[in-house]
C-alpha cells in the first residue's frame, strides 16, 4: 500500500476550539465548516492567521485547506487551523519545521479558561466584603 492511499488527518487544539486540517494539492483554496474562509472568518485577523503558516514556507497557492471545527471563538478556531495546518506541514515535509518553529505555529498555546469557584463572583473576582 503506498503512502497517498489514505488521507492523514491532523488536529489542532486553542482554548475549547478542536480543528480537524486536512490538506490536497490545489490552488490555495480554504474550506472551513463547508464554507470559505472569507464567510466562516469574517475578520481579517482571523482569515491571515489561518493563512499564516502556508505563507512562511511558500506553498500558499499549492495546497487547498479543509477543515473542520468546532468549539470555540473566532481566535480560538483559526489558532487551531493554524497549529493543525503547521503540523501537516512538517508531516508532509520535516524541513519546514525550523521556518514554522520559529513563527511559533508548532507551539499549542497551554491557557484556558480558569473555572469558577464556590463563594466567589467568578474564578477570582469576590464578593463585595463589609467588616461592619
Known sequence: MADNDFQTIKVG???RAVARVF????NGGYRVNGKNLP???K???AQLKVQEPLKVVDL???Y???ANVYGGGITGQSDA???GIARYLTDLNPSYRDNLKKKGLLSRDPREKERKKYGQ???RKKFQFSKR
Open 13 to 15: 487544539r486553542r482554548k
Open 23 to 26: 490538506l490536497r494539492p490545489g
Open 39 to 41: 464567510e466562516y472568518f
Open 43 to 45: 475578520t481579517i485577523n
Open 60 to 62: 500558499a497557492d499549492k
Open 64 to 66: 487547498d485547506v479543509i
Open 81 to 83: 487551523i493554524a497549529l
Open 121 to 123: 463572583k467568578r474564578a
